[in-house]
Protein backbone atom coordinates (compact mmCIF):
# COMPACT_ATOMS: atom_id res chain seq x y z
CA UNK A 1 0.00 0.00 0.00
CA UNK A 2 1.53 3.33 -1.14
CA UNK A 3 1.85 5.71 1.58
CA UNK A 4 0.70 9.31 0.36
CA UNK A 5 3.29 12.49 1.13
CA UNK A 6 2.05 14.86 3.75
CA UNK A 7 3.31 18.49 2.90
CA UNK A 8 4.09 20.88 5.34
CA UNK A 9 3.57 24.58 4.23
CA UNK A 10 6.15 26.83 5.46
CA UNK A 11 4.83 29.84 6.95
CA UNK A 12 4.66 32.99 4.59
CA UNK A 13 7.38 35.15 6.61
CA UNK A 14 9.39 32.34 6.68
CA UNK A 15 8.89 31.85 3.03
CA UNK A 16 9.47 35.03 2.46
CA UNK A 17 12.83 35.99 4.56
CA UNK A 18 14.20 32.45 3.83
CA UNK A 19 13.50 32.11 -0.27
CA UNK A 20 12.35 35.73 -1.63
CA UNK A 21 14.79 37.59 -3.17
CA UNK A 22 12.53 40.56 -2.01
CA UNK A 23 14.65 39.59 1.77
CA UNK A 24 18.10 39.42 -0.23
CA UNK A 25 18.75 42.88 0.94
CA UNK A 26 18.09 41.78 5.14
CA UNK A 27 21.28 39.14 4.38
CA UNK A 28 23.25 41.33 2.24
CA UNK A 29 23.60 43.54 5.59
CA UNK A 30 24.29 40.30 7.70
CA UNK A 31 26.53 39.14 5.46
CA UNK A 32 28.35 42.20 4.31
CA UNK A 33 29.11 42.59 8.56
CA UNK A 34 30.23 39.37 8.90
CA UNK A 35 32.26 39.17 5.97
CA UNK A 36 33.93 42.75 7.42
CA UNK A 37 34.30 40.70 10.83
CA UNK A 38 35.97 37.54 9.65
CA UNK A 39 37.96 39.52 6.66
CA UNK A 40 39.22 42.03 9.28
CA UNK A 41 40.16 39.01 11.88
CA UNK A 42 42.03 36.91 9.24
CA UNK A 43 43.90 40.22 7.76
CA UNK A 44 45.36 41.08 10.94
CA UNK A 45 46.10 36.84 11.51
CA UNK A 46 47.67 37.27 8.14
CA UNK A 47 49.44 40.51 7.62
CA UNK A 48 49.87 41.92 11.34
CA UNK A 49 50.23 39.08 13.86
CA UNK A 50 52.35 36.90 11.18
CA UNK A 51 50.03 33.54 11.98
CA UNK A 52 51.48 31.88 8.15
CA UNK A 53 54.87 32.19 9.67
CA UNK A 54 54.73 31.18 13.34
CA UNK A 55 52.37 29.29 15.92
CA UNK A 56 53.27 31.00 18.29
CA UNK A 57 50.01 33.52 18.50
CA UNK A 58 47.62 29.88 18.30
CA UNK A 59 49.60 28.62 20.49
CA UNK A 60 49.15 31.05 23.30
CA UNK A 61 45.47 30.76 22.69
CA UNK A 62 45.27 27.28 23.66
CA UNK A 63 47.09 28.08 26.00
CA UNK A 64 45.10 30.30 27.59
CA UNK A 65 42.13 27.89 26.56
CA UNK A 66 43.34 24.60 28.42
CA UNK A 67 44.32 26.23 31.51
CA UNK A 68 41.92 24.49 34.39
CA UNK A 69 40.25 22.43 31.45
CA UNK A 70 37.78 19.93 32.98
CA UNK A 71 38.81 21.37 36.61
CA UNK A 72 34.81 21.80 37.54
CA UNK A 73 31.72 22.93 35.63
CA UNK A 74 32.83 26.21 34.74
CA UNK A 75 36.13 25.95 33.55
CA UNK A 76 36.65 27.15 30.22
CA UNK A 77 36.97 23.54 28.54
CA UNK A 78 34.62 21.33 29.96
CA UNK A 79 35.10 18.22 27.32
CA UNK A 80 38.00 15.90 27.41
CA UNK A 81 37.75 15.25 23.59
CA UNK A 82 37.95 18.86 22.87
CA UNK A 83 40.74 19.45 25.12
CA UNK A 84 42.25 16.54 23.70
CA UNK A 85 41.87 18.49 19.81
CA UNK A 86 43.42 21.53 21.73
CA UNK A 87 46.57 19.98 22.63
CA UNK A 88 47.04 18.76 19.26
CA UNK A 89 45.86 21.94 17.87
CA UNK A 90 48.93 24.00 20.21
CA UNK A 91 51.34 20.64 19.99
CA UNK A 92 51.96 18.73 16.23
CA UNK A 93 48.84 20.68 15.15
CA UNK A 94 49.81 24.05 15.49
CA UNK A 95 52.12 24.50 11.77
CA UNK A 96 49.17 23.61 9.97
CA UNK A 97 46.38 24.96 11.55
CA UNK A 98 47.60 28.46 12.31
CA UNK A 99 47.79 29.15 8.47
CA UNK A 100 44.52 27.22 8.16
CA UNK A 101 42.66 29.27 10.69
CA UNK A 102 44.14 32.47 9.55
CA UNK A 103 43.61 32.55 5.77
CA UNK A 104 40.07 30.44 6.30
CA UNK A 105 39.04 33.53 8.31
CA UNK A 106 39.97 35.62 5.63
CA UNK A 107 38.34 33.69 2.47
CA UNK A 108 35.32 33.32 4.62
CA UNK A 109 34.83 37.45 5.10
CA UNK A 110 36.13 37.76 1.79
CA UNK A 111 33.26 35.00 -0.06
CA UNK A 112 30.54 36.60 2.79
CA UNK A 113 31.32 40.33 1.20
CA UNK A 114 31.51 39.12 -2.51
CA UNK A 115 28.24 36.88 -1.53
CA UNK A 116 29.54 33.51 -3.06
CA UNK A 117 28.53 29.70 -1.78
CA UNK A 118 26.89 31.79 1.09
CA UNK A 119 25.55 29.20 2.50
CA UNK A 120 28.61 27.05 2.66
CA UNK A 121 30.87 30.39 3.96
CA UNK A 122 27.95 30.52 6.80
CA UNK A 123 28.38 27.37 7.89
CA UNK A 124 32.16 27.14 8.01
CA UNK A 125 32.06 30.52 10.05
CA UNK A 126 29.64 29.29 12.43
CA UNK A 127 32.37 26.10 13.16
CA UNK A 128 34.96 28.04 13.90
CA UNK A 129 32.64 30.25 15.98
CA UNK A 130 31.73 26.90 17.86
CA UNK A 131 35.43 26.06 18.00
CA UNK A 132 35.65 29.08 19.83
CA UNK A 133 32.92 28.73 22.05
CA UNK A 134 34.41 25.00 22.85
CA UNK A 135 37.56 27.21 23.74
CA UNK A 136 36.14 29.15 26.29
CA UNK A 137 35.90 32.48 24.48
CA UNK A 138 32.36 34.16 24.31
CA UNK A 139 32.54 37.45 23.35
CA UNK A 140 30.16 38.45 20.20
CA UNK A 141 30.47 34.95 19.35
CA UNK A 142 27.16 33.75 20.16
CA UNK A 143 25.63 36.47 18.30
CA UNK A 144 27.74 35.93 14.82
CA UNK A 145 26.74 32.32 15.25
CA UNK A 146 23.42 32.88 15.45
CA UNK A 147 23.64 35.35 11.84
CA UNK A 148 25.64 32.59 10.75
CA UNK A 149 22.86 29.70 11.30
CA UNK A 150 19.88 32.49 9.73
CA UNK A 151 22.48 32.74 6.64
CA UNK A 152 22.34 29.16 6.67
CA UNK A 153 18.86 29.06 6.60
CA UNK A 154 18.47 31.82 4.29
CA UNK A 155 21.32 29.97 1.42
CA UNK A 156 19.16 30.49 -1.37
CA UNK A 157 18.49 33.87 -1.35
CA UNK A 158 21.18 35.27 1.32
CA UNK A 159 23.90 35.74 -1.88
CA UNK A 160 21.22 37.33 -4.55
CA UNK A 161 22.17 40.12 -4.02
CA UNK A 162 26.19 38.64 -5.15
CA UNK A 163 27.54 36.90 -6.72
CA UNK A 164 25.64 33.69 -5.78
CA UNK A 165 22.79 35.32 -8.24
CA UNK A 166 24.69 33.93 -11.12
CA UNK A 167 27.29 31.16 -9.45
CA UNK A 168 24.76 29.10 -8.24
CA UNK A 169 22.24 28.76 -10.98
CA UNK A 170 25.67 27.50 -13.05
CA UNK A 171 26.97 25.08 -10.40
CA UNK A 172 23.52 23.89 -9.26
CA UNK A 173 23.42 21.99 -5.76
CA UNK A 174 23.87 18.36 -4.81
CA UNK A 175 20.89 17.58 -5.78
CA UNK A 176 20.36 19.40 -8.58
CA UNK A 177 22.75 20.16 -10.89
CA UNK A 178 23.70 23.68 -12.60
CA UNK A 179 23.71 24.67 -15.84
CA UNK A 180 27.62 23.67 -16.25
CA UNK A 181 27.09 20.09 -14.84
CA UNK A 182 24.20 19.84 -17.65
CA UNK A 183 26.39 20.78 -20.22
CA UNK A 184 29.02 17.81 -19.17
CA UNK A 185 25.83 15.09 -18.99
CA UNK A 186 24.71 16.46 -22.38
CA UNK A 187 28.38 15.86 -23.57
CA UNK A 188 29.06 12.48 -22.48
CA UNK A 189 25.71 11.14 -23.88
CA UNK A 190 26.52 12.20 -26.98
CA UNK A 191 30.17 10.72 -26.72
CA UNK A 192 28.56 7.73 -25.46
CA UNK A 193 26.23 7.62 -28.74
CA UNK A 194 28.64 8.72 -30.97
CA UNK A 195 30.95 5.67 -29.70
CA UNK A 196 27.88 2.71 -29.67
Not at 26 to 54: C, M, N, P
Not at 124 to 145: D, H, K, R, W
Request: avoid cysteine.
Amino acid sequence: MAREAVHIEEPRFARWLFASSGAAWIWLVARIYLGYEWAHAGYEKVFQDHWLSTAAPLKGFVGFALKGAGTGPHSAVNYGWYAAFLRWVGGDGAGIMSKVVALGELAIGIALILGVFTGIDAFLAGTLNLSYGLAGVAGVNPAYFLLEVLLILAWRNAGYIGLDRWVLPAVGTPWQPGRLFEKEKENEKETATQLA
